[in-house]
């Protein structure tokens, strides 16, 4: 049997340079001969990503529990897509993923495990890199934009979780779910980040034997009579 493709996923602030090293990485695998596909959370495309959309521009006010069940929703809907494409060989990176999904819902108060809970079972990544900046050097690049979870505040509260979240997904007791998570010194020149990412995503490129995880497997039993 071929192997599959690794799944990296790709979390950071606002404004930690996420998006532009996504694409420098998705152009580095491309032109080393591998097939690649950028996927990215939120979705903006789907129906859900157009709510999700109209609330992060203020035009909507949903409920902060309902926000962020279409968020995980709309992980959801492009989960068999991840799995399809890493099977045909294709490697996923993903602009964000459910611990964006955490950091942020806990941020505004919600609490951690209920905010963990409808991300559980989704393809787990094999490679988590963490783009760390402090909110300082965030809003020194510019400010942050006009959407709603751009404040100096909110972005002190999602870095802590993250923080919290790359000591758990490195830590004993994560079984089959267990997956590498790097944190990445974001406020180097684009061309080091770069660098450093590739020096973690390279070793990966040939593929892998090991089955599809799952987020966070062990969080719930799965027999209703346990
Ligand atoms: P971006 O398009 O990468 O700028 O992300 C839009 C904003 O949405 C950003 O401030 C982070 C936030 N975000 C991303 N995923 C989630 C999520 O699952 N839940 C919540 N509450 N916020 C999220």
Same mark, same amino acid.
């Given at each position: 049997?071929?192997?599959?493709?690794?799944?990296?996923?790709?979390?950071?602030?606002? +404004?930690?340079?996420?998006?532009?090293?996504?694409?420098?990485?998705?152009?580095?695998? *491309?032109? /080393?001969?591998?097939?690649?596909?950028?996927?990215?959370?939120?979705?903006?495309?789907?129906?859900?990503?157009?709510?999700?959309?109209?609330?992060?521009?203020?035009?909507?006010?949903? #409920? #902060?529990?309902?926000?962020?069940?279409?968020?995980?929703?709309?992980? !959801?809907?492009?989960?068999?897509?991840?799995?399809?494409?890493?099977?045909?060989?294709? %490697?996923? %990176?993903?602009? +964000?993923? /459910?611990?964006?999904?955490?950091?942020?819902?806990?941020?505004?108060?919600?609490?951690?495990? !209920?905010?963990? /809970?409808?991300? %559980?079972?989704?393809?787990?990544?094999?490679?988590?890199?963490?783009?760390?900046?402090?909110?300082?050097?965030?809003?020194?690049?510019?400010?942050?934009? *006009?959407?709603?979870? *751009?404040?100096?505040?909110?972005?002190?509260?999602?870095?802590?979780?993250?923080?919290?979240?790359?000591?758990?997904?490195?830590? *004993?007791?994560?079984?089959?779910?267990?997956?590498? =998570?790097?944190?990445? #010194?974001?406020?180097?020149?684009?061309?080091?980040?770069?660098?450093?990412? =590739?020096?973690?995503?390279?070793?990966?490129?040939?593929?892998?034997? +090991?089955?599809?995880?799952?987020? !966070?497997?062990?969080?719930?039993?799965?027999?209703?009579?346990?």
């Amino acid at each position: 049997m071929s192997p599959r493709a690794p799944f990296i996923v790709i979390e950071g602030l606002d +404004r930690s340079g996420k998006s532009t090293q996504c694409t420098t990485l998705i152009n580095r695998l *491309e032109a /080393a001969g591998i097939p690649a596909k950028l996927l990215k959370f939120p979705d903006r495309t789907t129906t859900i990503g157009q709510m999700i959309d109209a609330y992060l521009k203020s035009q909507s006010e949903l #409920d #902060d529990h309902l926000i962020h069940l279409l968020f995980s929703a709309n992980r !959801w809907e492009l989960a068999s897509t991840i799995e399809r494409l890493l099977r045909e060989g294709t %490697v996923v %990176v993903c602009d +964000r993923y /459910a611990f964006s999904g955490i950091a942020f819902s806990a941020s505004k108060g919600l609490p951690f495990e !209920w905010c963990r /809970a409808p991300d %559980v079972s989704l393809p787990a990544p094999d490679l988590t890199l963490f783009l760390d900046i402090s909110p300082e050097a965030a809003m020194a690049r510019g400010g942050y934009g *006009e959407e709603r979870y *751009e404040k100096r505040e909110m972005q002190e509260s999602v870095r802590r979780i993250f923080v919290r979240l790359a000591e758990e997904m490195n830590g *004993e007791g994560m079984g089959d779910s267990r997956s590498a =998570w790097i944190t990445v #010194d974001a406020s180097q020149t684009m061309d080091d980040v770069s660098e450093a990412m =590739w020096a973690h995503v390279q070793p990966m490129i040939g593929g892998t034997h +090991r089955p599809i995880g799952r987020l !966070w497997a062990g969080s719930f039993s799965s027999d209703a009579t346990e």
